[in-house]
């Protein structure tokens, strides 16, 4: 099983590549509905590491660290992606008081395509082996959200 999201920006996709690769554009729209970003180290390289924090509306940090695999400039980023503690040391789901299926590690691969002058977006999880549905179903509707932000930030 894998969650597949694609969504169209109603920006050129230079804007929406660097709201990818900019710190402080990445800072604007990442995490969920009323959570913020404090912090976003990218990277943006290929075997560079990035790490970020989400922060929920009660002040606890969620961070998550991962190494960039794949660059193609303007068409296409892939990175493992893991829970973290602040000094961006992998961490089991568990830490964050989820279940411990969750796999260490998983790799996403974010593309984007010229769209008339729009930009379409396809995240992709290949493999989500160790999710539970729930805990896709929240994946889901956290990036969707983070998605609904990043619109707004490219107004």
């Known amino acids: 099983m894998e969650l597949i999201i694609t969504r169209i920006f109603d920006a050129r996709c230079d804007r929406v590549w660097k709201a990818w690769t ?27 590491k990035y790490l ?4 929920s509306p009660d002040g606890k940090d969620f961070f ?5 695999r794949e660059i193609v ?12 503690d602040e000094k961006g040391n992998t961490v089991p789901a568990s830490y964050y008081g989820m279940g411990e299926t969750f ?3 998983t790799k996403v ?3 984007f395509e010229d769209h008339d002058g729009k930009t379409k977006i396809t995240l992709n999880y290949p493999t989500t082996e160790g999710i539970d549905a729930t805990m896709l179903d ?6 969707n959200q983070s998605f ?3 619109a707004q930030s490219l107004k």
């Open 22 to 48: 900019d710190p402080e554009m990445f800072m604007k729209w990442w995490g969920p509905k009323y959570f913020s970003c404090p912090l976003a180290n990218l990277d943006f390289k290929v075997g560079g």
């Open 52 to 55: 970020v924090a989400m922060r």
């Open 64 to 68: 998550s660290t991962g190494t960039y």
């Open 73 to 84: 400039q303007m068409e296409k980023i892939t990175v493992t992606d893991s829970f973290a």
């Open 103 to 105: 796999p260490r590690e």
């Open 109 to 111: 691969t974010i593309t």
């Open 138 to 143: 929240n994946m889901n509707q956290g990036w």
């Open 148 to 150: 609904d932000k990043l």
